[in-house]
């Protein structure tokens, strides 16, 4: 496999340095990729280097990952409008220690492989590095008008808040990772998002410097979506990779929900279908948009790839749960934490228990729930066959709500019109 006509076609190319395509064609390349520890959890916007890292091992080179206990103390400024907050040790371990168990999933680390996967940590070498050593023995072969004229330098020194000198020397500090790998583990090559393009080429001229070696790179470009708006964001924040910031559910919810316009670039970048399956997707989506075609199969293969097939089913069986009407008995069958997992982004109000001992009737329930505003509504909107206790339509004015309507003992899921639901939680 040619890796890098691999991602030209999946739109997972942009910066490359010459002779990177002729050299990983040559032999087996081993290549990293940086992953700043800010958090105890990757999110969607790190999917990206992480599949360049399995397509470079499905294309027979050794892949590196690199979790950035040193970096990560100082933070990368590349194209931020401020410096990053500084963590503390101990929180960078942990944060490390989290990425490294994810990032085992995604990759083959088995050490009878000849490209076997490795993790590196950059604090395992900067540990014992004096700062007089690394002045001298690092900061002189880069010039601070070679520092100065990349763009991600530029643009913050010219902003309001300038640079402070730790944000500075991140880009030494980085270059400085290529260099050792490069002597260590004959590391020639670096990849990344294209806003790390500045601090990659530092690294490819400290080797030629320093170590009279060559190194090369190329990066991917930073996904956005087709509206402008930023990639990986919703209301409720961050779609993080660990499941309990994101459940599956929601995760899937994600992928579900693209426009047209993205899924037909998701679909190349962010699953492993081959080109010509890609294709008739994309025709057959085309033919008919209603039934999205596109958005099924990149839900389907994402949410596999990072949480299984078992909470790719689960994901879909409370998709239908929630959009269709014959699905009863699958509410039934959920644990509370499923429940729970499934209605993380549906409205949530209370009742009192001992109201639910004696019963209430249906039209006062809703409106002291405040689900609906008014008995009058509430009335109407019954009448007129709109509302659903725990999928069960309501159609008799004098139902009554009590606790033998609680799902695990605690929980009533209403349903107005056809897709507003709420959570009714009795305390």
Known sequence: MNLIDE???RGMLQDIMPGTEEQLQKEMTTAYVGFDPTADSLHIGSLVPILLLVHLQKAGHKPLALVGGATGMVGDPSFKAEERKMLDL???RHNQSCIKAQLERFLNFDTALPNAAEMVNNYDWFKNISFLDFIRDVGKHISVNYMMAKDSVKKRLEGDSGMSFTEFSYQLIQGYDFYHLYTAKNCKLQMGGSDQWGNIVTGTELVRRKAGGEAFAFTCPLIKKADGTKFGKTEQGNVWLDPAKTSPYLFYQFWINTSDEDAESYIRTFTFLEQPVVEAL????RQDTNRRILQRRLAQEVTT???GEKEYEFAV?????????DTAEMLLSLTEAQLLEIMSGVPQVEVSLAELETGKDIIS???DTKILA???EARKMLQNGGISINKSKVTALDFVVDKSLLLRDRYILVQRGKKIYHLVKAV
């Open 365 to 367: 329930f809703i409106a």
């Open 317 to 325: 069986k409370a998709s239908e749960m929630l959009f269709q009407n």
């Open 7 to 9: 991602l030209r076609w």
């Open 374 to 376: 008014s008995k009058g």
């Open 90 to 92: 101990e929180t960078l």
């Open 282 to 285: 994309i025709a057959e989506h």
């Open 305 to 307: 790839f990072i949480h």
